[in-house]
C-alpha cells in the first residue's frame, strides 16, 4: 500500500513513495551507521541524483542487485552495481 497524497511512480525512491514506512525503517538503518562508515552528505545525495536517472530504479530498489538504493548510496564503501558503476 502507498502512503495517501503519494503516487505510484516506478521511478521514485523510496523517499518519495514510502509504502508501509519503509523510507523511516531505511532512514533509521542510515542514522545507526557509524560516521565512519557513511559517506559524506554531498557524495550520498550525488548518488541518488545518478540513481533516480537510471533505467535500474525501481520503487526505490535498484533492479540491478535488488538493495534499497538509499542504503546503499550512504556507505562511502560501496559502489553502483551497473556494469557501468555510475558512482
Do not use: Q, T
Amino acid at each position: 500500500m502507498l502512503s495517501e497524497g503519494r503516487p505510484f511512480c516506478k521511478k521514485c525512491l523510496l523517499l518519495d513513495i514510502d509504502p508501509e514506512g519503509l523510507y523511516k525503517k531505511v532512514s533509521e538503518l542510515i542514522e545507526a551507521m557509524p560516521d565512519d562508515v557513511k559517506a559524506d552528505p554531498d557524495e550520498y545525495w550525488r548518488r541518488l541524483e545518478i540513481c533516480r536517472g537510471c533505467s535500474c530504479l525501481e520503487n526505490g530498489i535498484c533492479r540491478e542487485c535488488g538493495c534499497f538504493v538509499e542504503l546503499r548510496a550512504a556507505a562511502r564503501k560501496n559502489y553502483c552495481p551497473s556494469a557501468y558503476h555510475f558512482w
